[in-house]
């Protein structure tokens, strides 16, 4: 008798302790997406060209990643515009320790390091081209080569946004507008993502802990999911059809200095996974 | 936690000092250093490592008195071997310390502990040294046995993440208990006409603070409380088995199934006959969504802090060549099934000679499970932050993962003679298992052979070859292994990437190793070349990177 009063105790207690959350729909928050109510210009020349998003896989303890933000900056310098940058942060490297506390790695950053099995850092995919047969990232010294392997002679869509930061209530609100202006073949999302300037935060280099390192093109999150949302139902978009989107996040809870944060906005063609068309505008 | 650690160390040297002073209690444990020089080699992609000489070391200590235990484990890998510095298993400190006592009503345990509960679909800690794996739980168990065939079990812990031990960072934990009653020890009468029989269930919770947006879901949605519940069946009639074991998970939106709210299942299913000289297998697993993690944004290519275990039921081999194309389980998304027949032809008849010859005949075939994106999904063009798909139970779906047809005789030719033949086809989808490449469709041979010299002296030699036009294409393999029992081994062994499409890439994979046994004490060294690929035990995986350089391994018992 005395035995299952400790077995019953046991369970008793257990049931306290033990708990699942069933948690009901809607998952999403219905205001994460927004109506659109602001009016685009008309495309100009600007808009009319196709641009390379490079993702650089990074960290803050790899020792090389520096000599990767310096191509990557001496790349602005030959490409201008043509380039929109995203830093992801990931992988054993971009861990924190007591060295290095700050975490600058995103869920999307973590699915992206896995799907495009980056094997070390720095590395870098150029429009999400493959660089060669084995592998999607190219390492530094090959970045001009993976970048010229982009076929930049059709410009299959332009993007356009526009952005608002609301101080009093913290928001960054984005709207976009995609236009397609050549036929597209295979189903397409749209991915809509936050990057960060000017976060001095340390870097090893060469060795050496630099506690007060600057760290750019920082991605910070997404606004519409890992790879982006469908623009139609079936994914498939037509020859000079245009879509607006808009999405709105709170920096409320966020370490973010919106001054220095940028929207980049890509168009990913969902067969090949290269991504078709990338912008990026300033929040402010 | 480091005053859990601190007070079960006090204990141990209070134990072991009364022990001795009553000359009572037992001491056990064993080391093993595992060490390489490495040499960088730019064509196999051996790379130049950071420090040249690296090792894994550990000591473990047991000391028994009776019904009290305590033990504890020391790990040195601050320079661990770099397939472990890649897996992010590397520092120092004592990993495993527990107290445990135990009497014929209860057991408990503080401290460190491993744990399954049935066949592990709901959970299991547990390690294995090889993977880099060590799934311990920081906590208290208990075991209670109130009645003859009646056991329950509870586990309360953090999850051990690698040689971070900062828990003053991690909000999460887990939470179980199991029971198992065994009908034919309550009802002696069902074992005395042939029959086994027991039942049981578990539930297991994991607890973990949502406080930041995933993806764009935000925190209040995200579960922090996720459970899973378990209920099995082991059945035995003579020489007849059937194990049998299904899990149910609730919403356990996370990186690996792309946050999706759909719920778990998994079903695992094992039936044997065995009689003399004949023996047959099956088994059959689904799992969908059953990646249960400590942390949701844990990526499914490390297997750390995982909290189940989702088996490979497929054939395990050993050979060389076919280690690059192991199954991986696919806890999230696998449905198969796997029989086996093993025969003897009796011994003295024509077919099987003096010994007989065994024959062994496998046949497995793993699919995707069928998923149909539910319409949310669809519209926002991500699973994300939706129910992610639904599913035919027994549905395949259209992605064939893995497929092996396996057939292999074994024959004792006389008592210095025995040779193995075998011949397998497997189809292996690289890119689901492996992420890059495409379905390979591999034929392998293999041929062992083992000549006894004498009583003291053997040699043993195998001849692989592995066909494929996908892939790295063609290899071959041959060993060598002399042995001067009990004390020496030597071997030495070629891989040769032959069939490589790029020439510079028609590789040798060469091996040499000694090893010295004396009682409990191995001692061995080799020199050569080890090719990336992946290593998999059980299902569970991890990549290997190329290496070139000498080993050194010593192990002792005591």
Not at chain 1, 81 to 107: K, W
Not at chain 2, 374 to 399: H, I, M, N, Q, R
Request: glycine share 10%.
């Amino acid at each position: 008798m005395k035995k299952i009063q400790i077995i019953s105790f046991i369970f008793i207690l257990g049931i306290f302790f033990f708990a699942c959350d069933e948690i009901e729909k809607p998952y999403l928050p219905t205001d994460g997406e927004i109506p659109v109510t602001v009016t685009f210009p008309e495309l100009t020349p600007d808009n009319l060209y196709r641009k390379v998003l490079i993702e650089e896989y990074t960290g803050h303890k790899c020792t090389n990643c520096p000599t990767g933000h310096a191509k990557l900056d001496e790349m602005f310098g030959l490409y201008g515009d043509t380039i929109v940058a995203i830093g992801v942060h990931a992988g054993p490297l971009a861990a924190t320790d007591e060295q290095f506390p700050y975490n600058f790695v995103t869920p999307q950053g973590v699915q992206l390091f896995n799907d495009f099995n980056i094997p070390q850092i720095p590395l870098a995919i150029m429009s999400r081209v493959r660089y060669n047969a084995n592998s999607w990232g190219s390492p530094i010294n090959k970045w001009v080569d993976h970048f010229n392997k982009v076929d930049r002679s059709t410009n299959y869509a332009a993007i356009q946004l526009i952005n608002e930061y609301n101080a009093a209530t913290q928001t960054i609100t984005t709207f976009a507008k995609v236009s397609i202006l050549e036929e597209i073949a295979h189903r397409v999302q749209f991915c809509v993502v936050v990057t960060e300037n000017g976060i001095v935060k340390p870097q090893l280099n060469n060795g050496v802990i630099v506690p007060d390192y600057t760290h750019n093109h920082v991605l910070r999150g997404t606004l519409n999911g890992n790879y982006g949302v469908r623009l139609t139902n079936d994914g498939l978009v037509a020859k000079g059809d245009t879509y607006l989107k808009g999405y709105q996040v709170s920096l409320r809870d966020k370490d973010w200095v919106a001054s220095n944060c940028s929207i980049v906005a890509y168009l990913i063609d969902m067969e090949t996974k290269e991504i078709i068309q990338a912008t990026e505008v300033k929040v402010q | 936690m480091k005053q859990i650690k601190l007070v079960i160390t006090l204990l141990f040297l209070f134990a072991v000092g009364m022990g001795y002073a009553q000359n009572s209690g037992h001491i056990s444990g064993d080391v093993c250093f595992n060490g390489m020089f490495y040499i960088p080699d730019s064509l196999i992609g051996a790379e130049k490592v950071e420090s040249k000489v690296r090792a894994n070391s550990w000591l473990n200590l047991n000391y028994n008195n009776g019904g009290f235990t305590l033990g504890a484990r020391y790990e040195f890998y601050q320079a661990p071997l770099i397939d472990f510095e890649k897996i992010g298993y590397k520092g120092q400190g004592i990993t495993h310390y527990f107290a445990d006592y135990k009497t014929d009503l209860l057991q408990v345990t503080v401290g460190t502990f491993y744990e399954q509960f049935g066949s592990g679909l709901s959970f299991r800690a547990y390690e294995d040294r090889q993977l880099g794996i060590d799934n311990s739980l920081l906590g208290a168990r208990f075991r209670v046995n109130p009645y003859k065939g009646i056991a329950v079990k509870g586990v309360w812990g953090i999850e051990r993440n690698n040689f971070d031990f900062d828990y003053t960072k991690r909000s999460d934990m887990i939470r179980g208990v199991d029971g198992e009653v065994s009908l034919d020890q309550i009802f002696e009468k069902l074992q005395e006409k042939g029959f086994s029989l027991a039942i049981g269930g578990s539930f297991v919770s994991k607890f973990e603070k949502s406080t930041e947006y995933q993806g764009f879901i935000p925190p209040e949605k995200v579960p922090q409380n996720v459970g899973l519940h378990a209920y099995r069946i082991n059945f035995g009639y003579k020489r007849f088995r059937l194990e049998a074991e299904m899990a149910s998970k609730i919403n356990d939106p996370n990186l690996t199934n792309d946050f999706i709210y759909k719920k778990g299942e998994a079903l695992l299913v094992t039936t044997t006959y065995s009689q003399k000289g004949f023996g047959v297998s099956a088994s059959f697993i689904r799992a969908d969504n059953m990646d249960f993690r400590s942390q949701r944004n844990i990526s499914a290519t490390t297997p750390i802090l995982g909290i189940n275990y989702i088996p490979a039921i497929n054939r395990q081999y050993s050979y060389q060549l076919l280690g690059n194309y192991s199954y991986a389980s696919q806890p999230n998304n696998q449905i198969g099934f796997q029989g086996q027949v093993n025969y003897q032809i009796p011994k003295k008849s024509k077919l099987g000679g003096k010994y007989g010859t065994d024959l062994t005949f496998n046949y497995s075939r793993f699919h995707t499970i069928e998923q149909i994106p539910v319409e949310e999904a669809l519209s926002l063009g991500t699973p994300s932050g939706t129910d992610g798909y639904t599913s035919s139970f027994f549905k395949f779906g259209k992605d064939l993962l893995y497929q092996d047809i396996g057939f292999d005789v074994t024959k004792k030719i006389n008592a210095d003679w025995k040779l193995m033949l075998g011949y397998n086809y497997i189809d292996y989808n690289l890119l689901i298992l492996q992420g890059h490449g495409e379905l390979a469709h591999i034929h392998h041979i293999t041929s062992e052979v083992t000549y006894r010299i004498n009583r003291k002296h053997a040699l043993r030699g195998e001849l692989h070859a592995l066909f494929t036009k996908q892939d790295m294409g063609d290899w071959i393999y041959g060993m060598l292994e002399y042995s001067i029992s009990p004390n020496w081994f030597f071997s030495v062994g070629d891989q040769y990437n032959y069939g490589n499409q790029a020439e510079a890439m028609r590789i040798h994979y060469y091996n040499f190793s000694v090893a010295y046994v004396v009682g409990a004490t191995r001692i061995a060294a080799n020199f050569g070349k080890t090719k990336e690929g992946i290593l998999c035990i059980g299902g569970v995986c991890r990549a290997v990177p190329a290496s070139y350089g000498f080993g050194l391994n010593i192990t002792t018992k005591f």
